[in-house]
């Protein structure tokens, strides 16, 4: 009888690997593709067609109307900044149309972006009136002046209110290699807006944060241990402003990439400059903001007749740029009041309805939209490891300098795909409630929203 070789054995125990590998991939991917129950029970039964093409027709005839729900109109000038808004303008542009609407005179409103926006309800109104400067907010200079630009004689007298609403959005990038970019626009231009709000005489500061400040990087690949029973850490959590209170700015690999690393970064900067007579504070829109064509949320799957995703049952609270402009306005109100326990911190705000699976909102696309739509399901494993050869491979050129030039760079949508993407793309829910508390329950008793 002959025995098994020590190349036998080798060859067993290669296909044995490479099998408990593929196996263990396959269960990752199992997890990944799943809903855990907490998150299941707070999100809608799938939307109905019909039920869609009713609401549909109710609000093409009935537009909501939410200028019942803004505060009430304020005495005061207002400067919005929205640096290199991607979406051109979303929030801030709504924040404008919100203060025309309730009455503010356009002569006391000013813009301070790097264009003027496209958007298509400005071409139109008092709203192309508003008065505009281009600003690079990087420059300290450039702020200054576009701050410190003469009011029509009217106005000039009135107290000052300024929001600022925008950052770039590189949602995917989390190497440092990268940071120097977000950190520009992001961390420099929000000092740059405080000076000059407080150079300009402004006492209230209203800045646009991000509720993915709260987000921890998902661990997708699970223990074997832990294969059973569990669900990868941080797979699912809920946003909200734990992180901010009593505790330092968590170190840089504790976020999921640079984008909200400079958000947390420029966000500090916004609280801790409170003070009587130059109140500040933040609004954490939930993850992510809809309402422009250019955004990834919705406008994105919009523009396209096939959508590729590994995500399309992760469940997540979006918020409308309206309501984010909404809740800036009651912000506004509540820094004003005379005792204000809300300003010097951070708000997280989102649509009041539950939290919805991307699959619902890609039901609506294929229902409502004229043109067709498909979605074209990828198992997350396969594209989690994608991004990570991606991101490995994009960042050598900052780690082997003389490869720059040589290796060819990553172009189309596949430079996107990195691994920060996947902590984006978990299960996160977000509520207004600590925003919607009424004033009677106590310090915290805020009612921004
Ligand atoms: C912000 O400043 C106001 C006015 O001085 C103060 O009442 C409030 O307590 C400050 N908030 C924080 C969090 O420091
Ligand atoms: C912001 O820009 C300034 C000036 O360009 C820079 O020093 C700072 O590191 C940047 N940080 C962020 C978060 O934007």
């Not at 690997?17 to 999100?43: D, F, H």
């Amino acid at each position: 009888m002959t025995g098994y070789t020590l190349l036998d054995w080798l060859t067993i125990g290669a296909y044995l690997s490479v099998a408990l590998l593929v196996a263990y991939l396959a269960r990752i991917n199992y997890l990944l593709k799943g809903t855990p129950e907490e998150v299941r029970k707070l999100t809608d039964a799938p939307w109905q067609p019909a039920k869609l093409k009713e609401i549909y027709e109710k609000l093409r005839t009935h537009p909501v109307d939410y200028t019942a729900n803004l505060p009430p109109r304020q005495s005061r000038r207002y400067i919005l900044v929205q640096p290199l808004n991607l979406s051109t303008g979303l929030v801030g542009g709504f924040i404008v149309l919100q203060l025309l609407a309730r009455g503010t005179p356009p002569q006391s409103i000013r813009i301070i972006d790097i264009r003027k926006t496209e958007r298509s309800d400005f071409k139109t109104g008092p709203a192309t009136k508003v008065g505009f400067v281009q600003t690079d907010i990087t420059s300290k200079a450039s702020v200054r002046a576009a701050f410190g630009r003469e009011w029509h004689h009217s106005v000039a007298h009135l107290p000052l209110t300024v929001f600022h609403t925008a950052a770039v959005i590189i949602p995917s990038d989390r190497c440092k290699h990268v940071y120097a970019f977000p950190e520009r626009v992001n961390v420099t231009g929000t000092r740059n807006v405080l000076d000059a709000a407080e150079a300009a005489g402004a006492d209230i500061v209203s800045v646009t944060s991000s509720a993915s400040i709260a987000i921890r990087p998902i661990e997708p690949f699970v223990s074997l241990w832990r294969l059973f029973g569990n669900w990868p850490k941080y797979f699912w959590q809920v946003l909200d402003c734990r992180d901010f209170f009593g505790k330092p700015l968590r170190p840089h690999e504790e976020f999921f990439g640079n984008y909200p690393a400079t958000k947390a970064v420029a966000e500090r900067a916004v609280c801790d400059a409170n003070r009587s007579g130059f109140r500040t504070g933040c609004i954490r829109p939930a993850n992510g903001v809809y309402g422009s064509p250019a955004d990834n949320i919705l406008g994105s799957p919009l523009a396209r007749a096939v959508m590729p995703t590994w995500a399309a049952h992760i469940v997540q609270s979006f918020v409308h740029g309206a309501n984010v402009a909404v809740a800036h306005l009651h912000h506004e109100a509540a820094l004003l009041r005379p005792d204000c326990p809300q300003a010097g911190r951070p708000f997280v705000v989102t649509d009041p309805n539950p939290p919805i699976a991307y699959d619902h909102m890609y039901t609506a696309i294929r229902t409502l939209s004229i043109h067709p739509f498909m979605v074209l399901p990828l198992p997350p494993v396969v594209m989690l490891l994608m991004a990570h050869a991606i991101e490995w491979w994009s960042v050598l050129p900052y780690k082997f300098p003389n490869l720059k030039g040589v290796i060819p760079s990553i172009s189309g949508d596949a430079r996107y795909l990195k691994p920060g993407l996947f902590s984006i793309c978990t299960h996160l829910v977000a509520t207004n409630d600590e925003a919607a508390r009424p004033v009677s329950e106590g310090v915290w008793g805020t009612r921004v929203w």
